[in-house]
């Protein structure tokens, strides 16, 4: 029988963006093991319906686009009117695309620029007023190993959005110091979810598996307790800084 996880996140109110799926559907389960109301947002309203309905009272879906600075207005009131604030913002909406510099278009640099990292700026932009007034929040971001040893497979836009979000969290770290409000990235290696069997073709999947010193991938549930940590007092003193979930993947 596995113990019930400690009440670290007990009376917060968190706001997962891209939710629905994979990594952020295993960080708004985390989120509310540990007791915090979860507002789940994904641009796929199904998914963000299923999460919240799998996680049951706790949660709300928040469908929307966080690239979108109307659709996230609506996130953060919904999440407002539900359960009066947010103390707790996870960005993690992101997708990928595997195509060579060579053959990549203009508008899907712009558009995986937008959903990588404007996203985080529009949806801190939107909680912030209300952490700094109450003197408290935890922001999250999401980057990734590649930020460190570069994308083994995905596009050359994916590796510059999970290096600038690095660049958002310290920026954004130093602003908040003073106001109650922390902020720091995940920075996962790689996960077994749809991302990366979607992109990652087999054989490059088997090698990356052998340059892992820990020998496997990480299941999202790993990176959810990161997050959770992250989310919770125990990281208190913690900010601007980036936890490395990578099996040794990348150390440094
Ligand atoms: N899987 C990995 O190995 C890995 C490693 C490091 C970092 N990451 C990062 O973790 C995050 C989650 O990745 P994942 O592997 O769980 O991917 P996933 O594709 O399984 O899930 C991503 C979710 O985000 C949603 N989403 C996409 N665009 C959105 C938008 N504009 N607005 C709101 N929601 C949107 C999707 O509908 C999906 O539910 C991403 O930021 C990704 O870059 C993933």
Known sequence: MSAEPIQTLRGRVA???????????AIASELAARGAKV???????????????????????????ASSSADVRAVV??????????????NNAGMDQAVPILDLKEEDWDRLMAVNLKSAFLFSKAV????????????????????????????????TT???MLGFTRTLARQMAKTGVTVNAIAPGVVDTDLIRTHMP??????????????????????????AFLASDDAAYMTGATLNVNGGFWIG
Do not use: W
């Open 15 to 25: 706001i997962v963006s891209g939710g629905g799926n994979g990594i952020g559907g």
């Open 39 to 65: 507002v789940v947002n994904d641009i796929d309203a199904e998914r963000a319906h299923r999460k919240a309905a799998e996680i049951g009272p706790a949660a709300i879906a928040a469908p929307g686009d």
């Open 77 to 90: 009131t919904l999440a407002i009117e539900a359960f009066g604030k947010v103390d707790i913002l996870v």
């Open 128 to 159: 912030l007023p209300g952490m700094i007034e109450r003197g408290y929040g935890r922001i999250v971001c999401t980057s990734s190993v590649v930020a460190h040893r570069g994308a083994m497979n995905g596009g050359i836009h994916y590796g």
């Open 162 to 164: 999970k290096g600038g």
């Open 202 to 227: 087999d054989d490059v999947r088997e090698q990356v598996i052998k340059d892992i010193p820990l020998g496997r991938l990480a299941e999202p549930f790993e990176i959810g307790r990161a997050v």
